[in-house]
């Protein structure tokens, strides 16, 4: 009989008193047994903490923990350095997921030492509906075109190689923590089914800084903290970079990129 390894899920949460419980809900509905949910009020000013207080009352896999910054960054490698999960999975307090993903995820891991990550197709509901279109995964085109959602599995093991979830960043965190995990080599597995449901609307992270100056400190930030690997694989890496910030088109010119070297 094979043993199930332990999955921790991570949420953060900062005031999502209206969402949390549903998300947790779903969390509670997973069609697995070998888990753990670690929650971090992430210094929130309204009811959350309440909310997650009383959901996850008597329920013995589900665990709050209180900071006092809002940062993230922080909130996740805090959920993580308390977890004792062989896998972890990230997911957004306002988010839900399909109760087979845990399952089929933890099982890829499982039996494929050379995938690091595993991510699947996602949804969008609430303000906007229909398909998350992103990208299909290239390292190279990655460090230019985000092509892999924070809701993704990853090992304990591989997470301990990296520095965490930069605190720098409050936009596009997953964004480098994913480069700081996968530069080391390994393999990203995509299922082919919608078992993320990205919630849209007008209180996100994403909306909140899409449109103001935190895109061209992110950009510069992932580009100066990696400056040798995007020299080594692309050229003119910081001005693709700030081209697919400002317009979007990013995708779009990798097709014409000429690169320098292979990965090592």
Same mark, same amino acid.
């Given at each position: 009989?094979?043993?199930?390894?332990?999955?921790?899920?991570?949420?953060?949460?900062?005031?999502?008193?209206?969402?949390?419980?549903?998300?947790?809900? &779903?969390?509670?509905?997973?069609?697995?047994?070998? !888990?753990? &949910?670690?929650?971090?009020?992430?210094?929130?000013?309204?009811?959350?903490?309440?909310?997650?207080?009383?959901?996850?009352?008597?329920?013995?896999?589900?665990?709050?923990?209180?900071?006092?910054?809002? =940062? %993230?960054?922080?909130?996740?490698?805090?959920? %993580?350095?308390?977890?004792?999960?062989?896998?972890?999975?990230?997911?957004?307090?306002?988010?839900?997921?399909?109760?087979?993903?845990?399952?089929?995820?933890?099982?890829? #891991?499982? =039996?494929?030492?050379?995938? @690091?990550?595993?991510? &699947?197709?996602?949804?969008?509901?609430?303000?906007?509906?229909?398909?998350?279109?992103?990208?299909?995964?290239?390292?190279?085109?990655?460090?230019?075109? @985000?092509?892999?959602? =924070?809701?993704?599995?990853?090992?304990?093991?591989?997470?301990?190689?990296? =520095?965490?979830? $930069?605190?720098?960043?409050?936009? &596009?965190?997953?964004?480098? !923590?994913?480069?700081?995990?996968?530069?080391?080599?390994? $393999?990203?597995?995509? %299922?082919?089914?919608?078992?993320?449901?990205?919630?849209?609307?007008?209180?996100?992270?994403?909306?909140?800084?899409?449109?103001?100056?935190?895109?061209?400190?992110?950009?510069?930030? %992932?580009?100066?903290?990696?400056? $040798?690997?995007?020299?080594? #694989?692309?050229?003119?890496?910081?001005?693709?970079?700030?081209?697919?910030?400002?317009?979007?088109?990013?995708?779009?010119? #990798?097709?014409?990129?000429? !690169?320098?070297?292979?990965?090592?």
């Amino acid at each position: 009989m094979t043993i199930e390894p332990k999955v921790t899920i991570i949420i953060p949460c900062y005031n999502r008193e209206k969402y949390i419980g549903e998300t947790l809900e &779903c969390v509670q509905h997973i069609n697995y047994d070998n !888990f753990e &949910c670690i929650i971090v009020d992430n210094n929130s000013t309204d009811n959350s903490a309440k909310e997650i207080q009383k959901f996850i009352q008597g329920k013995d896999r589900f665990r709050l923990i209180h900071q006092d910054v809002n =940062n %993230i960054s922080i909130a996740r490698n805090k959920a %993580i350095a308390a977890s004792s999960g062989e896998f972890i999975l990230p997911l957004d307090s306002d988010d839900l997921i399909h109760p087979d993903y845990v399952r089929e995820a933890a099982k890829i #891991l499982q =039996n494929n030492p050379g995938i @690091v990550v595993v991510t &699947c197709d996602a949804v969008l509901f609430g303000a906007k509906k229909g398909k998350w279109k992103r990208p299909e995964y290239n390292f190279k085109d990655f460090l230019v075109k @985000v092509s892999i959602h =924070n809701s993704s599995m990853y090992r304990r093991a591989d997470y301990d190689k990296t =520095n965490g979830y $930069e605190p720098e960043l409050r936009y &596009c965190e997953d964004w480098e !923590f994913w480069i700081n995990l996968l530069k080391r080599g390994g $393999e990203v597995y995509k %299922i082919r089914k919608n078992y993320l449901f990205y919630r849209r609307h007008k209180d996100s992270t994403q909306r909140k800084y899409r449109s103001t100056d935190e895109n061209k400190f992110v950009t510069k930030f %992932i580009y100066e903290k990696h400056k $040798e690997l995007y020299a080594s #694989l692309l050229e003119n890496p910081l001005e693709l970079l700030q081209q697919h910030q400002k317009y979007k088109k990013g995708y779009n010119q #990798l097709r014409r990129l000429t !690169f320098r070297k292979p990965l090592p």
